[in-house]
């Protein structure tokens, strides 16, 4: 893979998932990653200036930013040729919904929801899309 598409997918990684985080830490307080956070810094930075709990940023698109990053990610790791972004989204799909599921257990904490699988699969979706569209503008500049 070369240089620019390392770079590129990277971008396309870390910052969603610094982004994820983010929110998670700021607006939900009860989340894991949050509490992990507040243990390790010693202090809640929770904002609740503004109610945000419910609304789409908390409930969704946090998940949706991590779902974009695992794309990403799966491409990087797997990616030989442009075919490759089907096995790419197959993966990702499989495991965002077997993540989903498991919520259903006692295996994984959290609550299983119809509407978080379909708003993994717009992103892993919008992942092919910027992917296409970077794909497209570097083969015309050669």
Not at 48 to 77: E, K
Not at 93 to 121: A, K, N, R, S, Y
Request: glycine share 6%.
């Amino acid at each position: 893979m070369k240089k620019n598409q390392i770079i590129f997918s990277m971008c396309n990684i870390i910052f969603p998932l610094i982004i994820g985080a983010g929110i998670y830490i700021l607006f939900v307080p009860t989340a894991h990653i949050t509490e992990m956070v507040y243990k390790v810094i010693g202090k809640s930075i929770y904002i609740d200036v503004m109610d945000l709990s419910g609304s789409f940023v908390t409930c969704f698109f946090a998940d949706l930013l991590w779902a974009y990053a695992l794309f990403f990610l799966v491409w990087i790791i797997l990616a030989q040729k442009k075919n490759d972004i089907w096995i790419d989204l197959l993966i990702c799909f499989c495991f965002e919904t077997v993540v989903e599921f498991l919520q259903l257990t006692p295996i994984i904490d959290g609550t299983f929801d119809w509407l978080d699988i379909l708003i993994e699969c717009f992103a892993n979706l919008l992942g092919v899309g910027i992917l296409g569209i970077y794909c497209n503008f570097m083969n015309k500049r050669g």
